[in-house]
């Protein structure tokens, strides 16, 4: 069996974004000109790079020419440290930092103190916090800059850039932010901030590796990075990287969407929401206490090690937050700053999660955690009782939202298909087994059937389903309940199941599920079964599931269904895992 992936380290790298791939495809194929020739072969190049620097600027709020393209977080930030150094030296040669920086701003940090800058590191309160009354504490005369992060790339913690900008302005120096992680996740804007420079990394929000942008303030005095020709207004020599700067732009623009993340919030909180119901004191927070990015958890898992949590996770990418060296485990310096217990944070496991990251992913973590720590809670979820999926149910329909709806759940297009292919119209009767939380009633209204019921065993999708509808909702016949123990009244033409009967896990209630199928549908009327096939998952929303192929599916309805036709579904996730899906129609004969 293939291991199923999840992608958890979005603070890592993010996947690019449909928009960037689109944004640069045309320069990958059509316009190599270089963009400071002035012809008809430069003129698209350089077109494409100034649109970028203008959605860069857009995204930060500041005027396009004070954006510099470089090659990455890293080089925004030396440019920054380095070039204010430099250029400042008549002014001073103190710089202060915190405790808590990337090494791409403290490395830089220690070459300046070998050309004679003095470094100040400020140290963090136990959530990760600079104090901002510790940097007006520090400023001396000779103080030319502070450099403090936006966000924390691992715990997530938000500093408060803007009061500490305000102190270090009122003071006459220059204020940086290496903002890598927070561009695309929270609000940027340099105004807001009060920052003279700030960091950009595009691998971060969904643009390619290898690019990244400085916003430096206009009248900010600063040595260029790379001397040589006037490219990036004197800033940065080197023919422009015309590619890579229109996926950064394309990214930034599409990052403007979604600034604050609300539905990635939404499910980091309940995924943590949901650790601490499993392990109560053997589960903390890092960085709880404080503002933090609304994707990053965390989470110290007490008394282990990171690493080996994480081993315990097959398929599963995330990051630790310690380090094992010859056998001993070593905090990283950020946890170690915020004073966390070595006992705590050598169990750290940083999750980050992404646009595309689902609630069903983080359950499959969650069940892998749950199975791995506690034996009797993994043999409790193997089977699945009536009692139990009803409350399961209850509590996946009870917390999805909107936006976690799967692909076939929103397009039904298949089911369409096939009821199409049943002959169905208007008239005829139509039963959707566990289509609560699916959009198929939706689209039956919509092409006019008359005689819809739909049966699912949680109340709560049901309730959301009317609720969506409205008036139309009194058109539908509902029905809360198991199918296994369903008594239908009334003879169906059409049995449709999206995804009810591959949760049968037992030949009970397979038998239960048959005899309601037997009951409700007439003889010549037509069933069709949406199962996992064979190489789909073995879990779905936490509960084990049966893969079929059709002829498989055929013998277990046993003697009065005869399969008329069979179609797959390949789901491709988000994160690329293929979830081999398949509908088949039967005749009741
Ligand atoms: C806070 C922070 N700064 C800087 C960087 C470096 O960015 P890049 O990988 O583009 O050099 C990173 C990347 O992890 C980061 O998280």
């Given at each position: 069996m293939t291991e199923k992936r999840i992608y958890l380290d979005f603070n890592a790298s993010t996947p690019l974004a449909p928009e960037v791939v689109e944004a640069m495809r045309p320069l990958l194929t059509e316009h190599f000109g270089n963009p400071s020739t002035?012809?008809?072969?430069?003129?698209?190049?350089?077109?494409?790079v100034e649109r970028a620097r203008a959605q860069v600027a857009a995204l930060l709020g500041c005027d396009p020419d004070e954006i510099v393209f470089t090659s990455s977080g890293s080089?925004?930030?030396?440019?920054?440290?380095?070039?204010?150094?430099?250029?400042?030296?008549?002014?001073?040669?103190?710089?202060?930092?915190?405790?808590?920086?990337?090494?791409?701003?403290?490395?830089p940090l220690?070459?300046?103190?070998?050309?004679?800058?003095?470094?100040?590191?400020?140290?963090?309160?136990?959530?990760?916090r600079v104090d901002p009354e510790d940097v007006r504490k520090a400023l001396t005369p000779r103080t030319i800059l502070v450099s403090i992060m936006h966000a924390n790339n691992e715990v997530g913690t938000v500093q408060p850039i803007a009061e500490i900008a305000a102190i270090a302005r009122a003071a006459g120096v220059l204020m940086h932010t290496d903002a890598a992680q927070s561009v695309g996740k929270i609000p940027t804007h340099v105004n807001e901030l009060g920052v003279d420079l700030l960091?950009?990394?595009?691998?971060?929000?969904?643009a390619p590796k290898g690019v990244g942008a400085l916003f430096i303030r206009r009248g900010t005095r600063i040595e260029p990075?790379?001397?040589?020709?006037?490219?990036?207004?004197?800033?940065?020599?080197?023919?422009?990287?015309?590619?890579?700067?229109?996926?950064?732009?394309?990214?930034c623009e599409v990052a403007g969407r979604w600034i604050g993340m609300p539905p990635v919030r939404e499910l980091r909180d309940r995924f943590e929401t949901r650790l601490k119901e499993l392990f109560g004191e053997k589960l903390t927070v890092n960085g709880a206490g404080a503002e933090r990015l609304p994707n990053t958890a965390n989470l110290n898992f007490v008394g282990q090690v990171g690493a080996e949590v994480l081993a315990r996770l097959p398929g599963v990418a995330a990051s630790t937050g310690s380090a094992c060296h010859a056998g001993s485990v070593e905090l990283s310096p950020v946890?170690?700053?915020?004073?966390?217990?070595?006992?705590e944070g050598m169990g750290a496991v940083r999750f980050s999660l992404g646009r595309t990251t689902t609630w069903e992913e983080l359950e499959d973590v969650l069940s892998m955690l749950g199975a791995a720590s506690s034996p009797t809670r993994a043999a409790a979820s193997a089977g699945a009782p009536v009692s139990s999926r009803r409350e399961h149910w209850e509590k996946v329909y009870g917390e999805k939202s909107e936006h976690e709806?799967?692909?076939?759940?929103?397009?039904?297009?298949?089911?369409?298909?096939?009821i199409a292919n049943a002959g169905a119209g208007p008239a005829t009767r139509i039963v959707d087994i566990g289509g609560g939380a699916s959009r198929l009633v939706d689209a039956l209204l919509v092409r006019g059937f008359q005689h819809v019921a739909v049966l699912d065993i949680a109340e709560g999708a049901l309730d959301k389903a009317q609720r969506r509808l409205g008036s139309r909702a009194s058109a539908v016949a509902w029905v809360a309940g198991d199918v296994t123990s369903w008594e239908p009244d009334a003879p169906f033409d059409v049995w449709h199941d999206r995804a009810v009967f591959h949760f049968m896990t037992c030949a009970e209630e397979r038998e239960a599920y048959r005899t309601a199928m037997r009951k409700a549908l007439r003889v010549g009327g037509q069933a069709i079964i949406g199962t996992f096939a064979a190489g789909g998952p073995d879990r779905c929303s936490g509960l084990p599931v049966v893969r079929y192929e059709a002829e498989t599916l055929a013998a277990e309805l046993g003697?009065?269904?005869?399969?008329?036709?069979?179609?797959?579904?390949?789901?491709?996730?988000?994160?690329?895992?293929?979830?081999r899906f398949q509908f088949c129609r039967f005749v009741r004969t």
């Open positions: 002035h012809h008809w072969a430069g003129a698209p190049a350089k077109a494409a080089e925004s930030n030396n440019h920054a440290l380095k070039g204010v150094f430099l250029a400042n030296r008549d002014r001073g040669d103190h710089i202060v930092t915190s405790a808590v920086e990337h090494p791409a701003i403290l490395r220690r070459f300046l103190e070998t050309l004679g800058a003095k470094v100040t590191v400020l140290p963090v309160d136990g959530h990760g960091s950009v990394a595009g691998h971060k929000l969904y990075f790379v001397h040589g020709a006037g490219h990036e207004q004197g800033r940065r020599a080197g023919t422009e990287n015309v590619l890579l700067d229109a996926g950064l732009g394309a990214a946890l170690a700053a915020m004073g966390v217990p070595a006992q709806l799967t692909w076939h759940q929103a397009n039904p297009s298949t089911s369409l298909q096939l003697l009065g269904f005869q399969l008329l036709e069979s179609l797959r579904e390949d789901h491709v996730t988000p994160t690329g895992k293929v979830q």
